[in-house]
């Protein structure tokens, strides 16, 4: 699926970026970008496992869906704040997050019609 795949991809990228956040934010807004990317990832594989039960895949794609627009709100908490001082990559990568949430919701669209 094109939509794990990014995510993925991204929550890598995530993961690279807050490493090199100022030690403060590490554990705090570094901590939590973190695992609101990786969910995503997560979310997205649990409702995979689930496609026997088309509730419980549309469940955890609305789970994936919310992961990802929180990590945008990390994202946006770590520029603003400048502890992430890298605009272009910045802009480059929310960018992608919010490709992601579109995709992420079209999908759980589709996937909840009859």
């Known amino acids: 699926m094109q939509i794990y795949a990014e995510s993925k991809q ?13 030690k403060f934010e590490l554990y705090e807004e570094g901590s939590q970008i973190r695992r609101s990317s990786k969910s995503v990832t997560s979310s997205i594989v649990e409702g995979y496992g689930r496609k026997r039960y088309k509730a419980d895949v549309i469940k955890f794609l609305v789970y994936a869906h919310s992961e990802c627009d929180e990590t945008i709100i990390h994202l ?34 589709s996937f909840s019609k009859p």
């Open 76 to 109: 946006d908490f770590l520029f603003e704040t400048q502890s992430l001082k890298d605009e272009n990559n910045y802009k480059r990568i929310r960018a992608e997050y919010e490709s992601l949430s579109e995709k992420i919701n079209v999908y759980s669209v």
């Open 10 to 22: 991204l929550a890598i990228e995530i993961h690279k970026i807050t490493l090199t956040l100022p």
